[in-house]
C-alpha cells in the first residue's frame, strides 16, 4: 500500500513538474512576442524599413470569394524581423515574428534569381502569375531581406505572431543573404523531385511531391476537396507515417531492431545497432530540413530520436513513454503547438496506434478476419475513432468514408515514398533515372488521388455535425457507444451484414431510395435554384440525370453538392449569365465527375481574372467555350430556351466606339451548329425558325453599351413542361429597360416563374417586374449578406404583383414541378 502511494505521488508531482515548465515556457515565448517596438508600432500603423529572416516556405492565399469579386490572391511567408527602421530614421536590431503579406503589383525582390530562390522551374501556384509572385513563391527559409511596408496588429489574438507586416514596392525589396547551406540543399533537392515529376500524368504530377515532401503548390482546389471530404488529408500532410516507411526500410520491423534476425538494409550492409541508430538520425534530421519542420514532422522527428537513443544504448525501449516524451519535449521548446490542429491530430493518432490497435487488431483475428487486414482495418478504425472529433471541430462534418478509403489507400503509400523519396535522392545526379523513378510512382501516386476522387463522389460521403467543442464531445460520446455496441455485434454476423447494408445504402444513396426518404428531389421537378450561399446557380431539368446548368455559383463544394444530390451526371451546356466570382468560381464544382458537353458565356470578358478562369478549367478538359447573343434558341430534350440578352455584336463598329468586352465583326445569331454537333453533344437539336436573324446580317440601330458585367447578364427565357421562365442573371435597371424596348419584351409578359435580377437587390425595374407578372419569384441570396439582399422594396413589389417570393436564405434550396398557366397547378419543393 504505501508502495502504491510513493508511486501516486511521484506521479503527481512529475504532472505538476511538466505543468509547471509548461506554464512558464509558454509565459516566456508569449512576453517573447510581445516585447520590442513592433507590437507599438503595429498599432499605430507604421511605416517602416525592415530586415527580415524567412522562417517558413512562402505560400499563397487560398481564393476567396467576396461579393461578386475575388478577393486578391497574396503571397504570405513567416517571417522575423531581425532589424527595424522607423520613419524617423530610428534603427533597432531586435527578434519578432511576423506575417509577410506580398501583393500581387510588388516587384521580384533584387536578387531573386541567384542563390536564395531554390533552383528549377517556379512552382506551380507561381506560374503564369504577374509581377513578381512566381520569385516570392521561390525563395527559401533562412533567407534575408530587407523590405519597406506597413506593419498592422496580428489578424488574430493569442497567435506566435506579433505583427502583419504588408510589403510595398517601394522602396525595392531586396536580398541581403542568401539561405543557408542545409536549406539550399534541400531547396535542390525538392526543385529536383518537381522536375524529376513534371511530365506525370495530373493527379501524380500533383500528388507525388506532396505525399513526400510536402509540395502542395499542384494541388489543384478540386483534388484537395477530395481529400478533405475522405479524411485523407493527412496523406498530404506529411508525417510520422512517411518517416516510419523510411526507417522500417533501413532498421527492419521495430519489433527484430535488437534481434539477431533483424531485417532492413542496415545489417545486410553489415552496421552494427549503434552505427545503424547515427544513421538514422542522420536520415530524420535530412528528414526534417527537406520536408520542413511542420507539426506532425517535428513530433515524428522526436519520437523516433528517442526510440533511436532507446536502441543505440542497447536498451528496451516502449512507444507509449517515446510518445510522450516527444509531445513534452516538443511542448516545452515550442509552446505554440498546443495550439496547432495538426500536432493534436498527429499526437492523437499515434497514440491511438499504440494503445487501441493491438487491441482491435488481435480481436479481428479471434474472429479469423486474416492478420494483415485486421492490422491494417485495426489501424484505421482507431485513428478515424480518437480523430475523429477534431475534424469535426474543424469542418462540420463527419465522413463514413475515411476507414475504408485510408485501408484501400495505405497499400500505395508505402511504394510511392520510397520511390518518392529514391527520385528525390537521385535528381541532382541523374535526372533521368529520377523520372523513370517519378514514372514507377506515379501508378501508386495516381492510385490514391483515385481512392480520393472516388471516395468523395459518393453522394453520403460524408455528414454535417455541429463544428463546435461540444459537437466534437457528442461525438466522442456516439463513437464509444458504437464501440461498445460493435464488440457486442461482432458475434452476430447477420446483424453486422445488415448493419453492413444499411451503411452502404447510406453512402451510395441511391436516387429512387433517397427520394422516397428525403422527399428530394421532387418527382418530376423542371427547375431547382441551388443554395449557394452569396450567389446564383440553377439547374433545368433536361432528362433523367441531365441537366442544363446556368451558373455555378461562388463554391465549387456547394454547387457540387446541389447537383449530386439533385442526381445531374451529365451537363449538356453550362451557361454562365456573366464572368462576377459569385456565379463563375463555383464551376470546378459543376464539372467534378460530369460529363459537360459546352460552356457558354456572356460576350463582355470582365473582371478580365475570371474571365481567364473559365476558359483555363475549360480549356484543361477540353470543353469549348461559345458566346451567348439574343435571338439564338436551343432545345435540350424538353426543355427549350431563347437567349434575351445581351444583344448581337455590331456588324462594325467605329474607331473608338466598340462596346467593352464585345469584338467587332458580322452580327450572327448562334443557332445549335455554334455548339459541338449531334455528334459530340447528344441531346441537342435546333428549334424550328429558331434563328431570329439571318445569320450574317448586321445588326441596325445603336448597339447597348454595358456599363459592367452585370448589364451583360445573358438573359434566358425557358420552356419546359408548360412552364415559363425568365431567368434575368443580374441585369440592372440600364439594361432592364433596354430588354423592354428590344422585340424580345413581347413574350416576357405573364410568366410563371422569375429568377429575381441581382439577388433581389433594390435596383429593379418596375415596369419590367409587372409586365413579368410571375405567379412565383425565386431569389438566390446568402444568409446574413452585408448588401440587404433581397431588399424589402423589391419583395414588397414583387407580392404586390401577386407573386409568391422564396429566397434560398430562408428556404434552402428550390425545386418547382407542376404546369404553366394561371390555372395550372405549380408547385414549390425545398430541400429543407
Not at 480481436?363 to 475534424?391: F, K, M, W
Not at 440525370?545 to 455555378?552: R, S, Y
Not at 419583395?795 to 418547382?816: I, K, N, P, Q
Amino acid at each position: 500500500m504505501w508502495g502504491r502511494f510513493r508511486w501516486a505521488r511521484a506521479t503527481v508531482a512529475a504532472v505538476l513538474l511538466c505543468a509547471a515548465a509548461a506554464a512558464v515556457s509558454a509565459g516566456l515565448h508569449g512576453a517573447d512576442v510581445r516585447r520590442g517596438p513592433v507590437p507599438e508600432l503595429a498599432r499605430r500603423s507604421a511605416t517602416v524599413t525592415a530586415e527580415v529572416e524567412l522562417t517558413g516556405d512562402p505560400w499563397l492565399s487560398s481564393p476567396r470569394v467576396s461579393g461578386d469579386h475575388l478577393a486578391p490572391v497574396a503571397v504570405l511567408a513567416r517571417a522575423e524581423v531581425r532589424s527595424v527602421e522607423a520613419a524617423d530614421g530610428r534603427r533597432m536590431r531586435i527578434r519578432t515574428p511576423v506575417l509577410l503579406i506580398v501583393d500581387a503589383d510588388v516587384p521580384a525582390p533584387e536578387g531573386s534569381a541567384g542563390r536564395s530562390r531554390s533552383p528549377g522551374p517556379p512552382t506551380e501556384a507561381g506560374r503564369h502569375r504577374p509581377g513578381g509572385r512566381a520569385a516570392w513563391l521561390g525563395l527559401l527559409p533562412s533567407t534575408r531581406l530587407r523590405v519597406g511596408g506597413r506593419l498592422a496588429p496580428a489578424l488574430t489574438g493569442g497567435d506566435r505572431t506579433a505583427a502583419v507586416l504588408r510589403v510595398r514596392g517601394r522602396p525595392a525589396p531586396r536580398i541581403v543573404a542568401g539561405p543557408s547551406g542545409p536549406q539550399r540543399l534541400a531547396g535542390r533537392l525538392r526543385a529536383g523531385l518537381r522536375e524529376a515529376t513534371e511530365n506525370l500524368p495530373g493527379d501524380a504530377r500533383a500528388l507525388l511531391p506532396g505525399l513526400v515532401v510536402g509540395d502542395t503548390s499542384r494541388i489543384t482546389p478540386e483534388l484537395d476537396h477530395a481529400f478533405d471530404e475522405t479524411d485523407l488529408a493527412h496523406i498530404l500532410a506529411v508525417s510520422g507515417s512517411n518517416l516510419t516507411v523510411l526507417l522500417a526500410l533501413l532498421i527492419g520491423p521495430p519489433g527484430l531492431a535488437q534481434r539477431a534476425e533483424r531485417k532492413g538494409l542496415a545489417p545486410r550492409l553489415g552496421l552494427s545497432l549503434r552505427m545503424t541508430a547515427v544513421l538514422a538520425g542522420a536520415l530524420t534530421l535530412g528528414f526534417v530540413v527537406v520536408c520542413r519542420p511542420d507539426p506532425s514532422v517535428l513530433r515524428a522527428a522526436v519520437c523516433g530520436a528517442v526510440a533511436l537513443l532507446a536502441l543505440a544504448t542497447g536498451r528496451r525501449r516502449s512507444l507509449i513513454p517515446a510518445l510522450a516524451t516527444a509531445v513534452l519535449l516538443l511542448v516545452l521548446y515550442d509552446p505554440w503547438l498546443a495550439r496547432s490542429y495538426g500536432f493534436l491530430l498527429s499526437v492523437l493518432a499515434t497514440g491511438a496506434l499504440l494503445v487501441l490497435a493491438p487491441g482491435w487488431s488481435e480481436a479481428l483475428r479471434r474472429r479469423r478476419v486474416p492478420a494483415r487486414l485486421a492490422e491494417a482495418l485495426a489501424a484505421a478504425a482507431a485513428a478515424q475513432a480518437v480523430c475523429a472529433p477534431v475534424v469535426a471541430v474543424l469542418s462540420a462534418r463527419v465522413s463514413l468514408v475515411a476507414v475504408p478509403c485510408n485501408l484501400l489507400a495505405e497499400v500505395a503509400v508505402a511504394p510511392a515514398t520510397v520511390l518518392g523519396f529514391t527520385a528525390l535522392a537521385t535528381a541532382p545526379l541523374l535526372m533521368p533515372v529520377a523520372k523513370a523513378l517519378a514514372w514507377c510512382a506515379s501508378w501508386p501516386a495516381g492510385w490514391i488521388a483515385g481512392v480520393a476522387r472516388a471516395g468523395a463522389a459518393l453522394p453520403g460521403a460524408g455528414v454535417d455535425w455541429p463544428g463546435s467543442w461540444p459537437g466534437a464531445l457528442a461525438l466522442a460520446a456516439v463513437t464509444v457507444v458504437v464501440v461498445l455496441i460493435g464488440r457486442r455485434l461482432l458475434r452476430h454476423p447477420v446483424w453486422c451484414g445488415l448493419l453492413g447494408m444499411l451503411l452502404v445504402l447510406a453512402v451510395t444513396r441511391p436516387a429512387p431510395l433517397t427520394r422516397v426518404i428525403t422527399g428530394w428531389p421532387p418527382p418530376g421537378w423542371r427547375f431547382a435554384m441551388c443554395d449557394v450561399g452569396q450567389g446564383d446557380a440553377t439547374v433545368l431539368a433536361a432528362g433523367e440525370g441531365i441537366g442544363v446548368v446556368v451558373d455555378a455559383g461562388p463554391d465549387p463544394a456547394l454547387v457540387d453538392d446541389c447537383l449530386r444530390r439533385l442526381g445531374i451526371t451529365r451537363v449538356p451546356l453550362v451557361i454562365l449569365t456573366h464572368f462576377h466570382a459569385d456565379h463563375v468560381a463555383g464551376l470546378p464544382g459543376v464539372l467534378r465527375g460530369r460529363s459537360v458537353a459546352a460552356i457558354e458565356t456572356t460576350g463582355l470578358a470582365e473582371p478580365a481574372d475570371q474571365a481567364r478562369f473559365v476558359r483555363r478549367e475549360a480549356a484543361e478538359r477540353h470543353i469549348p467555350v461559345v458566346t451567348a447573343a439574343a435571338g439564338e434558341e436551343r432545345r435540350v430534350g424538353p426543355l427549350t430556351w431563347r437567349v434575351l440578352w445581351p444583344p448581337p455584336q455590331p456588324a462594325k463598329a467605329p474607331s473608338g466606339t466598340r462596346p467593352p468586352g464585345f469584338a467587332p465583326g458580322p452580327a450572327s445569331v448562334p443557332g445549335p451548329a455554334s455548339l459541338p454537333g449531334s455528334a459530340s453533344a447528344p441531346g441537342f437539336a435546333s428549334v424550328p425558325g429558331s434563328v431570329s436573324a439571318p445569320a450574317s446580317a448586321p445588326v441596325p440601330g445603336p448597339v447597348f453599351q454595358p456599363e459592367g458585367p452585370n448589364d451583360a447578364s445573358v438573359t434566358l427565357l425557358v420552356r419546359t413542361g408548360g412552364l415559363r421562365l425568365l431567368l434575368l442573371g443580374d441585369l440592372e435597371p440600364p439594361a432592364q429597360q433596354a430588354l423592354l424596348r428590344s422585340p424580345a419584351a413581347a413574350g416576357l409578359a405573364g410568366v410563371d416563374v422569375l429568377k429575381v435580377a441581382h439577388h433581389g437587390s433594390a435596383y429593379q425595374d418596375p415596369l419590367l417586374m409587372r409586365l413579368a407578372a410571375p405567379r412565383v419569384a425565386l431569389v438566390s441570396t446568402g444568409a446574413d449578406n452585408p448588401y440587404g439582399h433581397p431588399a424589402p422594396s423589391t419583395v414588397a413589389a414583387l407580392r404586390s404583383g401577386g407573386a409568391t417570393v422564396l429566397r434560398t436564405d430562408r428556404d434552402g434550396a428550390l425545386a418547382l414541378t407542376g404546369s404553366g398557366g394561371r390555372e395550372g397547378e405549380l408547385r414549390v419543393a425545398s430541400a429543407r
